[in-house]
């Protein structure tokens, strides 16, 4: 299974926006809801920021919104924060077991 | 507080062997779907493998650089989860993670315990 294809980095200034994309199959993304998104700061462990393409879980703030439109999936951050400066992965299941995207560095200017 | 805690991480030889444990607490271990994941040093993350709870089956899926090498297990009297590696190569070194399989995502994930394999 191959990992989903991501940009290697994005990047906005504070405020804005930045939407990342996760590029799958039918096999993955384009063919299951379970597409999630993790964000990982320097050594530490990821954190789950979106669940079934769109669901925030508890304490995720809603400036983080996720969508999927075939077998693309994307992230959008909005009202960029320094904060939110990390790596961020998206995941898909494949009918077994799950894939990775293959990461997008952002940063915020 | 939900918590999950992984160690036996180390160095070793490359064609050897080591077990990582992963204890669970807060959560109802019993019903969880476990799985273990990885990430080389710079790289991004990867499937390691999974396993069920066992009112589900308690059966495990592995990714396929590691099927027939790795094993996974649980003992949920201990609130465990194991993985059993074995004819480790260079390629295995990474940190390797515990976390809570939820409603298509990864929803608690451990700190991590580091895999050294290096001659």
């Known amino acids: 299974q191959s990992a989903l294809t991501q940009p290697p980095s994005a990047s906005g200034s504070p405020g804005q926006s930045v939407t990342i994309s996760c590029t799958g199959t039918?096999?993955?993304?384009?063919?299951?809801?379970?597409v999630s998104w993790y964000q990982q700061h320097p050594g530490k462990a990821p954190k789950l920021m979106i669940s079934e393409v769109s669901k925030r879980p508890s304490g995720v703030p809603d400036r983080f919104s996720g969508s999927k439109s075939g077998n693309t999936a994307s992230l959008t951050v909005s009202g960029l924060q320094a904060e939110d400066e990390a790596d961020y992965y998206c995941?898909?299941?494949?009918?077994?077991?799950?894939?990775f995207g293959t990461g997008t560095k952002v940063t915020v200017l | 507080e939900v918590q999950l805690v992984e160690s036996g991480g180390g160095l070793v030889k490359p064609g050897g062997s080591l077990r990582l444990s992963c204890a669970a607490s807060?959560?109802?271990?019993?019903?969880?779907?476990m799985t273990w994941v990885r990430q080389a040093p710079g790289k991004g993350l990867e499937c390691v493998g999974r396993?069920?709870?066992?009112?589900?089956?308690?059966?495990?899926d592995y990714g396929a650089p590691v099927k027939g090498r790795f094993t996974i297990s649980r003992d949920d009297s201990k609130d465990a989860l194991y993985l059993e590696m074995s004819s480790l190569k260079i390629e295995d070194t990474a940190m390797y993670y515990c976390?809570?399989?939820?409603?298509?995502?990864?929803?608690?994930w451990g700190q991590g315990t580091l895999v050294t394999v290096s001659s």
């Open positions: 396993i069920k709870a066992k009112v589900h089956g308690g059966t495990t």
């Open positions: 995941s898909s299941y494949t009918g077994s077991l799950y894939v």
């Open positions: 807060g959560l109802t271990f019993t019903k969880a779907w």
């Open positions: 039918r096999s993955d993304v384009g063919g299951y809801n379970y």
């Open positions: 976390t809570t399989e939820n409603m298509g995502g990864f929803d608690i």
